[in-house]
């Protein structure tokens, strides 16, 4: 069984709430991991796009425009809270996980996926590099929060002050991954070409050197490959 099915398949979701849901990646993965839910609701600041409309236009996952600063749920509404890969997108990270434990019902699980800095392997270091780059590049616009990977540890104390029971840990190191996988390579090689442009266009004052940085980038990436950084996993309980 993979990691992920582990994770989820013991958890009745309940009613379920997604934040940060984006196109609604994770809720795809709730919806075939979990062992069931009643229904699920996907929250972001972004409005939802069209590649995301075949999730939320099923009849039990809905979508909402919310910030997570500011959740416009009851308190303990929700059997289950979940935030995947978005941790690092948030402006206030201890604001946001202070609402999602408002809304969780004492009993209800919280489930957090978070890809981290750990790194096990030369090619994830690839992946973690462009990440770092296109996070300073959306960082330079100004609106729009993306922070580098953290570490394993700062998802961890993250988590600490919610003072969650029966927690569990599940470690994705995706070194199992073809680092020289093409597909994924040419999907990067297309995100360091848009980025290029971004930076081209908004005209940012370090232009040349981030084109630069891109290019090394790529050149790495035929050079030893990528793989996804590892991910952690964390499934608790509120009190
Ligand atoms: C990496 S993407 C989402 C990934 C998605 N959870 C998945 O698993 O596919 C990060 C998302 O965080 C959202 N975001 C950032 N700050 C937010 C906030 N304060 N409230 C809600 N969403 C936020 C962004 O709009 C973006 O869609």
């Known amino acids: 069984m993979n990691i992920l099915k582990q994770a989820l398949n013991g958890i009745t979701g309940g009613k379920v709430l997604d934040v940060a849901s984006g196109e609604g990646e994770f809720i795809k993965t709730l919806v075939g991991n979990l062992r069931r839910y009643a229904e699920l609701i996907g929250i972001d600041t972004f409005q939802y796009t069209k590649a995301a409309g075949s999730i939320f236009y099923a009849e039990d996952v809905r979508f909402i ?7 416009g749920f009851s308190d303990e509404s929700f059997d289950t809270v979940s935030i995947s890969n978005s941790l690092h997108h948030l402006e206030n990270i201890p604001q946001c996980i ?23 392997a030369d090619p994830q270091l690839n992946e973690m590099y462009l990440h770092h780059w296109v996070a300073e590049i959306d960082s330079a616009f100004g609106d729009y929060t993306h922070n580098k990977t953290f570490t394993r540890q700062e998802i961890v104390d993250f988590v600490k002050g919610l003072d969650l029971s029966n927690v569990l840990f599940y470690d994705i190191s995706n070194t199992n991954l073809d680092p020289m996988d093409e597909a994924v390579i040419r999907e990067n090689e297309k995100i360091i070409d848009r980025y290029i442009q971004y930076a081209y266009t908004a005209r940012l004052p370090d232009y040349k050197k981030l084109r630069q940085r891109g290019e ?18 964390i499934v608790g309980e509120k009190q």
């Open 65 to 71: 425009q919310m910030d997570a600063k500011r959740l």
């Open 98 to 120: 202070e609402e999602i434990k408002r809304v969780l019902k004492p009993g209800g699980h919280l489930i957090i996926k978070e890809i981290h800095r750990d790194i096990q």
């Open 216 to 233: 090394e980038l790529r050149q790495r990436h035929h050079e030893v490959g990528t793989q996804w950084e590892p991910e952690l996993i």
